[in-house]
Every structure is written in structure tokens, then in C-alpha cells.
């Protein structure tokens, strides 16, 4: 079956510095990846997607790259900022399956 | 962002009311889901409806009854509920084209607190 593995948090970090968030994945099958956002009191947005090895999804800042041979997904930024304490998920989806979350990490930033 | 909209925001409801949760895709798409996020556990996938058809149900209690009257709008009647059912609910919708590789739109949720 699916599943994803995240790095266990939360995560604390100081405004500006650089911040990874590790996840890794077991599918059946070629999945697509995404890193959802969920902030104080929100749904989840989406904030990036691959589709295919080697795909780099990025949005405000936020990279990930589809690493199929080390099966991750890790989600990078170099300055993060205040405006970025929220709940990261990584997720993968494969034809006919569920969408699959990891547990979530928590990021704070501080001033 | 308003593609996914879903009301009301925050209930507090009675274990013995009924109450709706709602939720309206404005991005065209052809299959919807409800979640439940609760505390310290991970999310849990609901029900899942395309085409109006419900085609997964996973093993919800039937005190949750979704509706599902049109691609754009998804309920949750919810009736007799208990306090472990307090949690955000997520509604999602996405476009199935066959692939299985779709993205998930998700609304704000609707808080739930059952005293």
C-alpha cells in the first residue's frame, strides 16, 4: 500500500533561516506528490505539486523536488519568515487509490 | 482563496440536534470528499462522491449521512452526534479524469464542538 513518512516536529526555527522538511514515500504504482499548507485556524491549501521524477514544484518560496530514486520529496526554503508557522502535509496519489497524508509537521517561526 | 467554500465555519451543536454542514465547489469539478481532522491524529478520508455517486464510504458511523444533490455541492447531516466527534471538517473537491493522479482542493472547514 501507500504511505508517507514525515520529518517529526514540530519544527522551531528563527526568521530568515533555512528550513527542510524530510518526507518519503512507499507506492505501488507512479504517484504524483504534494506538500498541502494548513494554517491557524484553516483548511488546507495546496502549496506545490510533482507529477513525475525529477519535477520541481515551487510556490512562495517553497521547493520540492520528486526524487524517485530516494523516494522523497523534501520540502525546502531558504528564508522563511513569520508568515510561514503553520502545519506542512506532505501527500501522494496513485490511479485508483486514496490521497495519502503524512502526519503533518509543525513549523514556528520566531522573530 | 474561494473555489472551495464551506459553512458554517464554527458549530457547537447538542448530541441530541440535528445540523448540516455544507460545502459548494466553484472550480467544475466532478468528484467532492469530506474529511474529519481531529487532535493529534491524522486525516481521515469520509466519503468520497463522483459524479454525485458516492463511491467510497469508510465505515462512518451512520450518525454522519452525506448528500450529495449536484457535481457542485456536498451536505454532511449530522444527527445524535458525541463529544468524539468534535473535529474540523474538511470538505474537498477535485477533477477525475481517470488518470488517478488528480489534485484536491480543499475549503476552510467547518469547526464541530459536540457538547
Known amino acids: 500500500g501507500n504511505s508517507v513518512t514525515q520529518m517529526e516536529g514540530p519544527v522551531t526555527l528563527s526568521e530568515e533561516a533555512f528550513l527542510t522538511i524530510n518526507c518519503t514515500y512507499t507506492?505501488?504504482?507512479?504517484?504524483?506528490l504534494f506538500w498541502y499548507v494548513q494554517y491557524p485556524g484553516e483548511g488546507l491549501q495546496l502549496l506545490l505539486k510533482a507529477t513525475k521524477a525529477d519535477d520541481k514544484g515551487s510556490n512562495k518560496g517553497f521547493e520540492a523536488t520528486y526524487r524517485k530514486e530516494t523516494t522523497s520529496f523534501h520540502l525546502e526554503k531558504g528564508s522563511v519568515q513569520v508568515s510561514d508557522s503553520a502545519v506542512y502535509f506532505c501527500?501522494?496519489?496513485?490511479?485508483?487509490?486514496?490521497?495519502?497524508f503524512g502526519e503533518g509537521t509543525q513549523l514556528t517561526v520566531n522573530p | 482563496e474561494t473555489g472551495v467554500t464551506q459553512t458554517p465555519r464554527h458549530l457547537v451543536m447538542g448530541m441530541t440536534n440535528k445540523k448540516s454542514l455544507k460545502c459548494e465547489q466553484h472550480?467544475?469539478?466532478?468528484?467532492m470528499y469530506w474529511y474529519k481532522q481531529s487532535a493529534k491524529k491524522p486525516l481521515e478520508l469520509m466519503f468520497v462522491?463522483?459524479?454525485?455517486?458516492?463511491?467510497e464510504n469508510n465505515s462512518v458511523p451512520s450518525r454522519f449521512s452525506p448528500e450529495c444533490p449536484n457535481s457542485s455541492h456536498l451536505f454532511l447531516h449530522l444527527h445524535t452526534l458525541q463529544p468524539e466527534d468534535s473535529a474540523l471538517y474538511l470538505c474537498a473537491s477535485s477533477q477525475d479524469e481517470g488518470r488517478g493522479q488528480e489534485t484536491q482542493y480543499f475549503g476552510p472547514g467547518t469547526r464541530l464542538l459536540v457538547l
Open positions: 501527500a501522494l496519489k496513485t490511479s485508483g487509490s486514496r490521497l495519502t
Open positions: 462522491y463522483n459524479f454525485k455517486e458516492q463511491t
Open positions: 507506492a505501488t504504482g507512479y504517484p504524483s
Open positions: 472550480l467544475g469539478h466532478n468528484a
